[in-house]
């Protein structure tokens, strides 16, 4: 990467809160200018300082997608675009049966196809500089727990498209690098055990028969396993580093959990992962009886 920082732009999409806003912050400090996706002027306001410009993106809407390819054209300072960094997403979380279609296909308009609108108008920028994609993916781009179905499902085809793409590119001087954060702790980290729990509710009697209580002990689990979650500011240091590493690797996990993970849903037997969930889940639903 060039040493040149103060004359090159970074896109970061989702960078309202969380793992997003934390990157921004990081890669300003370095002296890059970062163009932040945010879908609100309250949102913004918030993240607008020295070195982050917000920039409206809804990354599910054509429109905004085009005006950020054409203020990166139109730059007047004329900066490169060195780096690109997809980390918007939702997540919505309830049983493959009980899920309503249209959440499925909200979480991978988002989480997916999303990602790949901007991929596409932007890859000429980072063609031309020889830049960088950065792709946030999940451990559950690996690992699909219950009730993650549709989440998971966008992130192990963000993985896919990743590795379509850095294979496809390479030769054009464009990298493309997965990082596969575990648990972090974000506002939508914290949310969505409150929307599993709503859409549990709603469930008709012989869903919450099937459903009810894996629903719960759920939740409960990755609840608890929050609160030993990596702080926001954290993982978007790491993922600056990552961004702007001279060598990078091609995928990088996120934090302890993410680190022993992966390895076991790479190597164990199916059957094996799913006792152990298995397990877990029955401690988890004893220890709330409690």
């Known amino acids: 990467m060039t040493q040149s920082y103060k004359e090159e732009l970074i896109v970061v999409s989702g960078a309202a809160t969380g ?31 020295a070195g982050i410009e917000p920039i409206t993106l809804d990354i599910t809407v054509p429109k905004h997608i085009e005006a950020l390819a054409k203020r990166i054209a139109n730059d007047p300072e004329q900066r490169p675009l060195r780096a690109l960094i997809n980390n918007a997403g939702i997540e919505i979380n309830a049983p493959v049966e009980v899920l309503p279609l249209e959440q499925w296909r909200e979480q991978f308009e988002v989480n997916l196809f999303g990602h790949i609108a901007v991929i596409q108008l932007l890859l000429p920028f980072l063609r031309q500089s020889r830049g960088r994609i950065v792709n946030i993916s999940s451990v559950g781009g690996v690992a699909a727990l219950p009730i993650f179905g549709a989440y998971a499902g966008t992130k192990f085809a963000l993985e896919a498209a990743s590795d379509s793409l850095r294979r496809e590119v390479a030769a054009q001087g ?6 596969q954060p575990g648990g972090v702790a974000t506002e939508m980290a ?75 849903a790479r190597f164990l037997p199916a ?9 877990s889940h029955r401690s988890q639903r004893n220890t709330s009886a409690r």
């Open 271 to 279: 059957r094996l992962m799913d006792k152990m969930l298995s397990a």
């Open 190 to 264: 914290a949310h969505s055990g409150a929307i599993s729990l709503e859409l549990a509710d709603k469930m008709n009697a012989e869903h919450q028969r099937l459903y009810g209580d894996l629903v719960k002990s759920t939740v409960a689990s990755n609840a608890a396993f929050l609160k030993r979650a990596v702080p926001a500011a954290k993982a978007g240091a790491k993922i600056a580093k990552v961004t702007t590493a001279a060598r990078p690797r091609t995928r990088y996990t996120l934090g302890k959990d993410a680190a022993f993970i992966i390895p076991l």
């Open 174 to 179: 464009v990298q493309v690098v997965v990082v």
């Open 19 to 49: 793992i997003g806003a934390a990157t921004a912050h990081e890669l300003a400090s370095m002296g890059y200018h970062v163009l932040a996706g945010v879908r609100t002027n309250h949102e913004a306001d918030a993240i607008r300082a």
